[in-house]
């Protein structure tokens, strides 16, 4: 059983930057990262693999969110800039159980964190 826990959320204003982190309590595989709105399902954000830092992101935050890891730290990172008022959520971290791609499916991850909250005020 892995143990993901996220920190780094908070409140900034609309245009801000911040940087969300995941530390897993052991070895991960493909990991992700996704958001929660009121009111909303909880919609895919990012995707990095394992080995090859290959990524996926959400039309909704390509050219603004990075997602990046250290794997000699379990460790995985959201840079996000450009926040917008939509991007407020509660942003989950979740990790894949076994080898493979990166997945934009919230089904295929077998871990999650209990989230952080991110506001952006307009």
């Known amino acids: 059983q892995v143990q993901l826990a996220e920190s780094g959320g908070g409140l900034v204003q609309a245009g801000g930057s911040l940087r969300l982190s995941c530390a897993a309590s052991g070895r991960t595989f493909t990991m992700g990262w996704f958001r929660q709105a009121p009111e909303k399902e909880r919609d895919f954000v990012a995707t990095i693999s394992w080995i090859g830092g290959n990524t996926i992101y959400a039309d909704s935050v390509k050219g603004r969110f990075t997602i990046s890891r250290d794997n000699g730290k379990n460790t995985v990172y959201l840079q996000m800039d450009s926040l917008k008022s939509e991007d407020t959520a509660i942003y989950y971290c979740?990790?894949?159980?076994?080898?493979?791609?990166?997945?934009?499916?919230?089904?295929?991850?077998?871990?999650w964190g209990q989230g952080t909250q991110v506001s952006v005020s307009s």
């Open positions: 979740a990790a894949v159980a076994h080898w493979g791609p990166p997945s934009t499916v919230g089904a295929d991850y077998a871990y």
